[in-house]
């Protein structure tokens, strides 16, 4: 069974669902350059309840997780994952989509959001699904269930940012470190602290991956260093963009005056497609106000190739 016929048989059982995919397709969209990068701007009101969704350890506790399976609405399909490395998953309709076909990947025990040992369940569903790009919330970084793993699927080339990593490869782009049978990049577009790995090998990027982690700050009290990933297949080639960053909300989220957002940016908005879950505020955003806010998620520091080669060698070291 195809992606796109898992999610077409789920939305002729599941009203609501089916309600928010169609709901797609009125959003209302627009272009601004922040950066060098073209994003989109969507303005979508049923994504309030995650743009403004409450992550805080006693907030997590008042609630039941929706993503275990208990507490999933009976109407909720799934497709079993079971990755090589053991963990399993669900696979599941996204009932609050960005894109078409919006999925939810859930590891089907209740376990905290953390990549550790689970990139390379990525990197398989990736070449499981190659129609799908695969992407994953830190859990101060957008996920809106920090508390149950998991990561989305959504079609390939719909994020501008990973339109824009593909189209680099198909200039002379070179690597800044080759491991292996896998190289590490660095963008510098759009905003700091993105990172490539390309592979023709899922262990290779993970061992690229793990050195690049190992490298980044790890900020205290959190378990892992902040990041957005996205990955995919491209060919025989494993892709995987690693966007560090500094915190999830921009003051502008907590703002009382005329700047106030409310936006919690995670992957999709890393990618380059800004949620806007409010329609004044949708109308008010200028690529000035909006290169703001990325500012204020984003690494302050950008590195020349040299640079982040000495990072990788001497480890650990800061992305600040």
């Known amino acids: 069974m195809t992606i796109h016929q898992f999610v077409q048989d789920q939305l002729s059982t599941w009203t609501l669902a089916a309600d928010n995919f169609k709901a797609l397709a009125g959003v209302h969209t627009k272009e601004m350059n922040i950066n060098g990068l073209t994003v989109k701007l969507q303005f979508n009101p049923a994504r309030m309840i995650s743009s403004a969704a409450k992550t805080g350890k006693e907030d997590l506790a008042k609630r039941r997780c929706f993503l275990c399976r208990e507490n999933r609405p009976e109407v909720q399909m799934n497709i079993p994952f079971p990755a090589e490395s053991g963990h399993e998953y669900d696979i599941l309709v996204n009932p609050s989509p960005i894109f078409d076909d919006h999925l939810v990947v859930a590891k089907s025990a209740h376990k905290p959001q953390e990549i550790a040992g689970r990139y390379v369940d990525m990197l398989q ?93 790890m900020p205290e009290g959190d378990v892992e260093p902040r990041i957005n990933l996205f990955s995919w297949c491209s060919g025989e080639e494993y892709r995987t963009i690693v966007y560090f960053r500094r915190c999830h909300r921009s003051h ?67 992305y600040n």
């Not at 998991?150 to 990973?162: A, I, K, N, S, W």
């Not at 879950?277 to 020349?304: D, H, N």
């Open 125 to 217: 569903l990736a070449r499981t699904y190659r129609e799908c790009t695969f992407y994953y919330n830190g859990p101060c970084c957008g996920a809106s269930a920090p508390d149950h793993h998991h990561f989305q699927g959504v079609p390939r080339d719909v994020m501008p940012l990973e339109i824009s990593v593909n189209a680099r490869f198909e200039e002379e782009w070179q690597p800044i470190l080759s491991d292996g049978e896998a190289s590490l990049y660095h963008y510098t577009d759009f905003s700091t602290g993105i990172f490539i790995i390309r592979s023709s090998s899922s262990s290779a990027a993970a061992h690229l991956f793990e050195r690049l982690m190992a490298a980044a700050d």
């Open 252 to 318: 502008h989220y907590f703002s009382e005056g005329p700047d106030h957002l409310t936006m919690s940016p995670g992957c999709a908005d890393m990618g380059g497609v800004f949620i806007v879950p409010v329609e004044a505020e949708y109308e008010k955003l200028t690529p000035e106000l909006l290169a703001e806010m990325l500012c204020e998620l984003r690494k302050a520091k950008g590195y020349s190739q040299k640079e982040v080669a000495s990072i990788l060698e001497i480890s650990p070291q800061t």
